[in-house]
């Protein structure tokens, strides 16, 4: 979603510094940008629909040691230059960069019409900085008339204010993240996340959710948004290197990604035993164990279905966290409810854990990044440790989240030391089977079907959501038409979409169901399915073979990668940005 940032300081370029920090938040998905600068006693603002990546900085924002910008994706108002954010008060004195939704906003911009404001978009933000103006007008203070405003908004949101006389940053949560970077030089950042900053700071320090920050650049003042108490806030050092958040050799985040599985599930498995072996009798204990989570998290979930179901022999139930809500009835104080994320600020994924939380029941949350707000707030967490995911299509977080699952369902049946093995075994495999003969493999098969319009996937047990998650990654960067299928719903339906060559990839594995998919295979083939099969061994069914590594219980882990890759060159063949997805954000801050 929208990408934030301020900066405050030393440093009299303020305005360069944070449009090349937004420059690093361009993988949160966005279609406007704008940057308000202060220039003397006045602000000074630049805004544009489209992408920043080629803007020359230092040629837009001149001198001055306050600024603020902002990615912006649209929600209410269309994409248009008036609608980018920054937006400013009558007077000019006050801009404000927004994420989330003011709720509440055409009551509060009625209200302000008719005291005379006069507003220039379509947007729920305008109506920030009107009302931080008004209530200027009764408090002298611009803080103290930020904190006024925002407890007048409903919504989830996250605001930065800057005040040109005062030339002071203000910046208020109650649901978006939003993170201060502490800087090396004298000055202080505030951002929806730390890349961008990162190459300006390595320490950070969290607000919460109803908090709010005040900065001038030499001090900061953390405190409650509602009452205005004091807060102390911890400083954290990020461990991560900038390094982490760079393309290197390769032409995409996506790839790049995809390469570092080898790696990151090893990182994953490398989990405290005891903790691990706390949760899995946690799940043991529980009267009801639920998992949710969004998209390609949500797969992750599903899949641990079928883990926790063979592995362990557990019952556990998922619902995507956008309808977890309608299960509430069977939440007790002894259940427990799993979340899946990968950058721990989805919000659909908060208000699963809002409506566990209500009904008494614990949370364990599966992240990947640290200090996220899920991370926060749940009772338990566990990091995937996959390192920052860049590309809005998620690729190594969703094979670390899996093997974090898996990991647990072993725990389950006291044989975690199996689980690490089998797990990093796997890792191993992996290593071997993304080479370079490999890729290029796969790069002409995507040149081969990339025309087509339609392109199905089957799978059954846990291919089964490897299924869904192969669509949603072909959907996603190359926009062809993909659907995923439990082998077995063919014939209920899907199988009249079936055509003379239309491709249709078949996931499968050395296991109890191989026999089923194979008979679903020849069933598509004989409607005249191109079959391409991903399997540890070939069959004549297929036209094309994907070979995968017979990796037992983590066939799901080693049968997804092949068809990252198919996806990002099916992208890249059809001429579309695969770490750019159009209408696409990185992270989900918006229900
Ligand atoms: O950050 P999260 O894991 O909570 O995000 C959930 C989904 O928004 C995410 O997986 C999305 O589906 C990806 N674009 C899929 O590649």
Redesign the pocket.
């Known amino acids: 979603m929208c990408g934030i940032i301020g900066y405050v300081g030393g440093r009299r370029d303020a305005g360069f510094l944070v449009i090349e920090g937004l420059k690093n938040l361009e993988y949160r998905g966005y279609d406007s940008w704008g940057v308000a600068w202060k220039e003397g006693r006045k602000i000074a603002v630049c805004k544009e629909t489209g992408k920043i990546g080629c803007v020359d900085a230092a040629k837009i924002a001149k001198e001055g040691n306050l600024a603020i910008a902002h990615t912006r994706w649209a929600t209410h108002g269309g994409v248009t230059t008036e609608n980018a954010h920054p937006h400013l008060s009558c007077n000019g004195s006050i801009a404000v960069v927004h994420n989330g939704i003011v709720e509440n906003y055409e009551e509060i911009r009625r209200d302000l019409i008719a005291k005379g404001h006069r507003f220039l978009s379509e947007t729920d933000t305008e109506v920030i900085p009107h009302l931080i103006e008004e209530e200027m007008k009764t408090t002298g203070d611009f803080a103290a008339a930020v904190r006024r405003a925002c407890l007048k908004f409903e919504g989830r949101f996250a605001v930065l204010a800057m005040h040109a006389e005062s030339g002071t940053l203000v910046a208020a949560r109650t649901g978006s993240p939003l993170i201060v970077g502490v800087g090396d030089h004298e000055g202080y950042f505030i951002a929806s996340d730390i890349p961008a900053f990162r190459e300006h700071t390595s320490t950070v320090q969290y607000l919460d959710d109803g908090e709010m920050v005040v900065t001038d650049g030499r001090s900061i003042l953390f405190s409650d948004l509602k009452t205005g108490a004091e807060r102390e806030k911890r400083e954290i050092e990020i461990t991560w290197e900038t390094a982490q958040v760079q393309k290197g050799k390769y032409a995409h985040f996506m790839l790049k990604e995809i390469m570092e599985q080898k790696d990151s599930i090893a990182r994953a498995v490398n989990q405290d035993e005891g903790e691990i072996q706390t949760l899995a009798e946690a799940i043991r204990a529980a009267q009801g164990t639920f998992l949710s989570?969004?998209?390609?998290?949500?797969k992750a979930c599903m899949a641990a279905e079928y883990f926790f179901s063979v592995i362990a022999g557990q019952h556990v139930n998922f619902a995507p966290a956008s309808e977890f809500k309608l299960f509430h009835r069977f939440l007790k104080p002894q259940s427990l409810l799993i979340v899946?994320?990968?950058?721990?600020?989805?919000a659909d994924?908060l208000e699963a854990m809002k409506v566990a939380k209500s009904k008494g029941a614990k949370v364990l949350a599966i992240v990947?990044t640290e200090g996220s707000t899920i991370a926060r707030e749940a009772d338990y967490t566990l990091h995937i440790n996959a390192g920052p995911e860049r590309a809005?299509?998620?690729t190594k977080?969703l094979t670390g989240q899996m093997a974090v699952l898996m990991l647990i369902a072993y725990a389950m049946i006291g044989k975690l030391p199996k689980g690490r093995t089998r797990l990093l075994e796997t890792a191993a495999a992996i290593n071997d089977m993304l080479n370079p003969r490999y890729t290029s493999f796969i790069e002409s098969l995507a040149e081969k079907i990339k025309d087509d319009k339609d392109l199905y996937i089957i799978g059954k047990s846990w291919n089964y959501p490897m299924a869904l998650e192969s669509a949603?990654?072909i959907q996603?960067v190359s926009y062809v038409h993909a659907e995923g299928f439990a082998g077995g719903e063919l014939k209920h339906g899907p199988i009249a979409l079936i055509e003379e060559g239309t491709p249709c990839i078949a996931l499968v594995g050395n296991d109890e169901v191989r026999t089923d998919i194979i008979n679903n295979a020849i069933e598509l083939k004989a409607r005249g399915g191109f079959i391409i099969g991903v399997a540890p061994e070939r069959h004549a069914v297929f036209d094309e073979w994907i070979k995968v590594p017979d990796t037992d219980t983590a066939q799901a882990i080693v049968n997804i990668i092949p068809i990252q890759v198919l996806a990002y060159f099916l992208a890249v063949k059809r001429g579309k940005d695969p770490d750019m997805p159009r209408n696409?954000a990185?992270?989900?801050t918006v229900k």
């Not at 989570?293 to 949500?298: K, N, R, S």
């Not at 899946?340 to 989805?346: C, L, M």
């Open positions: 989570g969004c998209g390609t998290a949500a899946v994320s990968q950058s721990g600020e989805t994924v990947n809005v299509a998620s977080a949603i990654k996603e696409l990185k992270s989900v």
